[in-house]
């Protein structure tokens, strides 16, 4: 079946987003800045404003929790373009290069409040066919669901398709619905990967 439609994730595909840009600017202390990572704000935590949760609700749960942290946590809402350092410009090429050939597509998992920054900052991301944000739809990778919402709001066929994402459990969860997916890793072995479904020449 010929691949017709290239559906991108965004984190660490093309956008280089990562909490230790910001908190290594504020922790002297490396060790406490790591323990407020993995404890504190923390992936769990950020996975519910990918899910929908507003990050006004999601701060006062924290900081309520750990007042001595207060200030901290609430950076990470009010500082949050600071975490969002870059495009990943080997990924951007490719993505132009397939754009001219393919129908392409973005499946994210990203709050709905903060996704406005990225739009904003890189305007690559005006290129898409169309975007699906997990925060606006309340449905978050790896659940099917949000696969078959893609699938079914733009009339796409999952044989035609390939997912391109650095999480192996949201890779797999595409290829339970029939697309064809592959784990990210870095720019030129995803344009291997392309030239050999004869993607890219």
Not at 136 to 157: A, C, M, N, S, T
Request: proline share 3%; with cysteine.
């Amino acid at each position: 079946m010929e691949i017709k439609n290239i559906i991108f994730d965004f984190g660490d595909v093309l956008l280089d987003w990562n909490p230790r840009y910001l908190y290594e600017k504020h922790f002297v202390d490396k060790n406490e800045m790591n323990y407020f990572l993995k404890n504190i704000c923390n992936d769990d935590w950020n996975r519910e404003q990918d899910r929908g949760r507003s990050f006004a609700e999601a701060v006062q749960i924290l900081q309520k929790q750990f007042p001595e942290y207060r200030e901290q946590i609430a950076m990470f809402d009010d500082c949050w373009d600071t975490m969002l350092r870059s495009d990943i410009p080997g990924t951007v090429e490719i993505l132009s290069q397939v754009s001219k050939t393919h129908n392409i597509f973005g499946l994210t998992n990203w709050s709905a409040e903060k996704i406005k920054v990225a739009y904003e900052k890189y305007g690559f991301l005006k290129q898409f066919d169309g975007i699906i944000v997990s925060g606006e739809e309340k449905l978050i990778k790896p659940d099917h669901r949000i696969y078959e919402l893609l699938l079914q709001r733009f009339g796409i066929k999952a044989e035609e398709s390939l997912f391109i994402d650095d999480n192996p459990a949201n890779v797999e969860a595409a290829k339970k619905v029939g697309i064809y997916a592959i784990q990210f890793l870095d720019p030129q072995s995803l344009k291997e990967v392309l030239k050999s479904f004869n993607i890219l020449p």
